[in-house]
Nanobody
Framework: QVQLVESGGGSVQAGGSLRLSCVASGRTDSTNTMGWFRQPPGKEREGVATIRISGAPMYYADSVKGRFTISRDISKNTVYLQMNSLKPDDTAMYYC???????????????????WGQGTQVTVSS
């Protein structure tokens, strides 16, 4: 099993920045891809960004390209989501997820991700 714990959410004004962190523990050696998803109020969960543990970022949602950056620090078993120029539409619960496969779909298919964190709330006010 892989345990994921997110942190870094909060409330910011539009134009502000936040950095989300996701620390993985347990059977992390079985993980090849990490992803960030989000679920806005009253909407379905959507993929935000994915990254292979051994390589470059794989996917960014069109709505976050140029504003969000996904990265990982293998030594810390941590994946980050740097969010800049935040907009009210970015308000959502953000989830970290881990998959054993190297291909998770484009956009990412959440059914491929076996492990999920509890989520961290991001609220952006106008």
């Amino acid at each position: 099993q892989v345990q994921l714990v997110e942190s870094g959410g909060g409330s910011v004004q539009a134009g502000g920045s936040l950095r989300l962190s996701c620390v993985a523990s347990g059977r992390t050696d079985s993980t090849n891809t990490m992803g960030w998803f989000r679920q806005p109020p009253g909407k379905e969960r959507e993929g935000v960004a994915t990254i292979r543990i051994s390589g470059a970022p794989m996917y960014y949602a069109d709505s976050v390209k140029g504003r969000f950056t996904i990265s990982r620090d293998i030594s810390k078993n941590t994946v980050y989501l740097q969010m800049n120029s935040l907009k009210p539409d970015d308000t959502a619960m953000y989830y970290c997820a881990a998959a054993s496969g190297r291909w998770v779909g484009y956009p990412p298919d959440e059914k491929v991700f076996a492990h999920w964190g509890q989520g961290t709330q991001v609220t952006v006010s106008s």
